[in-house]
Every structure is written in C-alpha cells, then in structure tokens.
C-alpha cells in the first residue's frame, strides 16, 4: 500500500502565555482539564497530602479539584486542625482589579486618540476657513509654490485624507451595527475609494 501521509502535523512545542480571550480559554481548559486534574492527583499520591486545587476562570468562576474529597479537606478545616485562611475572595477581587484596570487602560487610549482625532479636525478646519495669503491654501497653484509648501499642502491633503476615511469607517460601522440584526446590510456602492 502508498503512505498517504500524515493527515495532522502531530504533537507540537506552543508557546506557554496567558490566554486573552475568555472563550479561547474556556475551551483549552475544558479540553486539558483532566489531563491537569489527572497530574495533579499523582503529585498527591506521591508527596502522600491532601491536596485542594482551585482554578479560577478569566471571569472569576472557580473549578476546584480535591484529593482525597472536598468534604474531607473541609471537615479537617472545619474542625480545626488547620486554621482556615479566606484568600479566596482576595484572589477573585484581585482578579477583577487586574481585569478592570486593563479596560480602563484601553479606553483611556481610545479615548486619546479621539481628542487627537478632534484638534487635528479642528486645526484643519481652522486653517481652511482663515486659508493663507488671503486665498484658500488649495486653490494656489503648485508650480508657484516652492518644496517646502508643497511638502506642506501634501500634509494638508494627507490629514484630510485621513479625516475621510475616520469619518467613512464611522459611518459604516454605525450604519452595519444599526442594521446588521435585521439582516438590511447590503454591500453598496460607495462615492469613496476602498484604499
């Protein structure tokens, strides 16, 4: 018979970091949980202790494992034996944080780069009402302008330009969010090039 082939490229090194997306690590962890569950109880076994085994989920939900029960860890704290340490709300407020501060992060930096949006907006509008030399700065004549200027009106043009197309990437996501949940979204013609 032919060898066909591999039809999957097998086992391969990943690089170990921290999943960003709640749903990506939902997954992993529900595919390599008994895998990390079935380590854990022969780490047990072999260093002979009870052992509690609490992970927390990037939304806070635990998923706990115990050997040999939970209910026998918990009636050896409940009785005594060992004095019972809270530092589960602890760690689930400083997950929160951890997590609240990374969104504030990223609407602080959006929300900068919408006031710079703003004044580059302002200033442009500003320069064509006052324009220059008493005329429009668009309406004078290229070959009367020396390299400087014309390095100049192409960064006039290049800001302008992108105002466009901020603007243009506005109105389209507004306009699909506004319509996509009724299914009105139809891809159109539009007066401005794509590119």
Known sequence: MANIGK???GKQKIEIKMIENDNDWLITFSKRRSGIY???GELSTLCGNEILFIIFSPAGKPFTFSHP???SI???FLNGNIPVIDDMHTLIEALRTVRINKLIQIYNEVQSQMDASNETQKMLAQQVTSGTDSNRWWETPLDKLN???LYKRYSYFSKLLDLFHISRSKKIATTSSMLAPTGLVEDGPTNFPLS
């Open 7 to 9: 039809k999957t490229k």
């Open 147 to 149: 390299p400087r200027e």
């Open 74 to 76: 918990a009636s050896r």
């Open 69 to 71: 029960t939970i209910e």
């Open 38 to 40: 079935k380590k854990i």
